[in-house]
């Protein structure tokens, strides 16, 4: 699970039970964070298929997009290190 500290630094959820009550929290916010990025994805898309769309709304989505993007990039890095650490 990531989550950011006060400074917007990432926090990673270190444990060696996958299956304790914070290792299945974090995995429900992963797939949260997962789905709200796929709804972004939606939204961004048809903000550009919309011609007439505006600055505003551009700049919107973009915004969103780019929380989504550092959402799953953290999903990564995390899943990737427990990864690294069940191989070693």
Same mark, same amino acid.
């Given at each position: ?11 990673? =959820? %270190?444990t060696d039970? #996958? @299956? %304790? %009550?914070?290792s299945? =929290? ?9 789905? %709200?990025?796929? #709804?972004?994805?939606?939204? &961004? @898309?048809?903000?550009?298929? #919309? ?17 989504? =993007? ?5 999903? &990564?890095?995390?899943r990737?290190?427990?990864? =690294?650490?069940? #191989?070693?």
């Amino acid at each position: 699970m990531t989550v950011g500290d006060l400074d917007g630094r990432p926090c990673y =959820l %270190s444990t060696d039970d #996958d @299956r %304790s %009550s914070l290792s299945l =929290l974090a995995d429900t916010v992963e797939v949260a964070q997962l789905a %709200s990025g796929k #709804d972004v994805l939606a939204g &961004a @898309r048809a903000v550009l298929a #919309d011609e007439k769309a505006g600055e505003f709304a551009v700049r919107s989505a973009l915004t969103r997009a780019t929380e989504s =993007l550092e959402d799953v990039i953290r999903i &990564a890095v995390s899943r990737g290190g427990r990864l =690294l650490e069940r #191989d070693g």
